[in-house]
């Protein structure tokens, strides 16, 4: 139990479109859904924590204008890279919780390219 | 400036010995810890997890072991085997699973 999946692996996109991310839990409600990225032999950088229905939280440094996270669903939580510049290039990560646990459970992961 | 320290950026052991994982931590308001595994190109598995209530958990090869005055913990695995060569992440939250913050991971390899 306890599956995250993540929607594309890969994806490459020119500078200045946007590009959006999908992040699902297939076997359990996920109050809560975490969006982290990772830089080269780096550790993993919280973006925002989003509840179900709810507006994202994001952490300090993140522009919440160009990285736009929806969690539509107990279920479904989308990162929007907008207006994607090659410095976004990284790899994007989410993880989900349920309800009173503490466990958070990692998707695969999404790499960007940006061109 | 980190919060959560894993000085050992890589280790190398040899298969069936044991190998030791460390983190150091700063905030001393910190309650609840988990150790990550991670697979290049893939997100992180969730390995084991100590609470601060505890000072030693164990899960069939993997022990955590945490000293709260040291504000330390560590994560033993015996024996190594040559599929737990992967980067080792831990993590640390308060208020009892708000917000982890991660470590900067240590590479393990073991070796056959």
């Known amino acids: 139990g306890a599956v995250v999946s993540q929607h594309p692996s890969w994806v490459i996109c020119k500078s200045g479109t946007s590009v959006k991310i999908e992040c699902r839990s297939l076997?359990?409600?996920?109050?809560?859904m975490f969006w982290y990225r990772q830089f080269p032999k780096q550790s993993l950088m919280l973006m925002a924590t989003?509840?179900?229905?709810?507006?994202?939280?994001?952490e300090q440094g993140v522009e919440k204008d160009k990285f736009l996270i929806n969690h539509a669903s107990l279920t479904l939580s989308t990162l929007t890279v907008t207006s994607a510049h090659p410095e976004d290039s990284s790899f994007y990560i989410c993880?989900?919780?349920?309800?009173?646990?503490?466990?958070?459970?990692f998707g695969p992961g999404t790499r960007l390219t940006v061109t | 400036d980190q919060q959560v320290k894993q000085n050992s950026p890589s280790l190398s052991v040899q298969e069936g010995r044991i190998s030791i994982l460390n983190c150091d931590y700063t905030n001393s308001m910190f309650d609840y810890f988990l150790w990550y595994k991670k697979y290049p190109a893939e997100g992180p598995t969730f390995l084991i997890s100590i609470s601060s209530i505890k000072d030693k958990n164990e899960d069939g090869r993997f022990t955590v072991f945490l000293n709260k005055s040291a504000k330390h913990l560590s994560l033993h695995i015996v024996p190594s085997q040559p599929g737990d060569s992967a980067v080792y992440f831990c993590?640390?939250?308060?208020?009892?699973?708000?917000?982890?913050?991660f470590g900067p991971g240590t590479r393990l390899s073991v070796l056959p």
């Open positions: 993590a640390a939250s308060y208020n009892y699973g708000q917000n982890f913050v």
């Open positions: 989003s509840n179900e229905g709810s507006k994202a939280t994001y």
């Open positions: 993880s989900a919780r349920t309800g009173g646990y503490v466990v958070q459970y």
């Open positions: 076997d359990f409600q996920a109050t809560t």
